[in-house]
């Protein structure tokens, strides 16, 4: 009789979850990844709060009524659950997961900790390659392995092992590890289980340094947006009640004050992180390479703004078609650049346009583009590394 119930029961959860909604409320009821279980699951706000304002109180102490009427008090009117409430809710999940990924890549003695006050004091480490995990991707939960890590965009590619799926690219908010988790301090010394990572290497042809850089310059930058977005929807909030002539309360006022202190300490990071990320550039791309760099970018620039200025006769729509003619004026103008002053990182910026431009043309049009784009052009690479290498400067009419 009592594998019979188990087995109905059994049957009946089963079937349950064949239903899209059910699996989907199952998900969002018990599917933590690693970065939300460390925000969700660990102390949460009112019970910080209750430290802080009664640092006296004992855990487990049981109250009066009149006692939790006092407690209720202390901290105010509760909030209605409103749309405006979720969508102040889900700004301050993205600034904790945004905190927690910086702290992830950097090391945590670095930063100020007041910054990172609202995070738990343990969060979890970067996952590696080869580790185990439970992916939520759009067909649901599977599990897989992680083949690669990209810190930039926040997410992992991670192989799935049934038959089909094949490899996805999935948000590391849509992750969790079936293995132990690494756990590391947010401020201080780090775990003495972790690995120390090597900062004197090169990774894929970089300093490790330099990359590390890089990574933190992006994290600061996408937390600044968050603190972007949060101030105007304060600016708004205050301009409504003041058109209506509404009284602006204290919360209010204290929370566009603590953003604004939050705005100009990520400030000073990143005038710092430029600083450095500058110092890198000069010490090891070297006034070349800038050089490369500055010219790929000028002439992106220019070549966005004749195109965009010429459209307005043309009026094209097609967006693939507009962005063909883009890059094509982008490379013109990178060869006139190039040849007022060869260099090798030019001709190097040239070469590696060309490339990411030939990838972009639908194989139908791969003979007419080697005939009028990459042939010509492979004459007039040609024509400039011969100057290059010639000991005597071309004359203006050989130029010509």
Known sequence: AVVSTQSTGGLKIKNFLKVEKARKWCIFEWFYSDIDATIFLGENEFVTCLKSTFPDLAPGTKLTQLQWAIVRRTFGKPRRCSSKFFQEERATLQQKRNKIRLLQVQEASRHNSEHFEDIPDLIPALLVIGTSVTANIREGLFVGEV??????????????????????????????????????PKVGKEAETRKPFSCQGQLGGYPVVFLRCIIKMSQLLTIKRDLLSKIRNLNSSVERKTSFKEEIDSGVQLMYAKTVLEFDKLNKYLQHTVK??????????????????????????LASTLVRDANKLLKLEHEKSIKLVTDLTALLVQVQKVSKNTTPGGLSVITESLRNLKTSIHPSNLHSFQDNVEVPLAHIQQKLKQELMSPEPASSEGKK
């Open 147 to 184: 083949e690669g890590v990209d810190p930039l965009t926040h997410s992992y590619r991670v192989r799935f092992d049934r038959p089909g799926l094949g490899t996805h690219t999935v948000p590391d908010f849509n992750v969790k590890s079936n293995s132990v988790l690494e756990m590391i």
């Open 276 to 301: 450095e990320l500058q110092e890198h550039c000069k010490t090891h791309l070297g006034a070349e390479t800038i050089a490369a760099v500055q010219v790929k970018t000028d002439s992106t620039s």
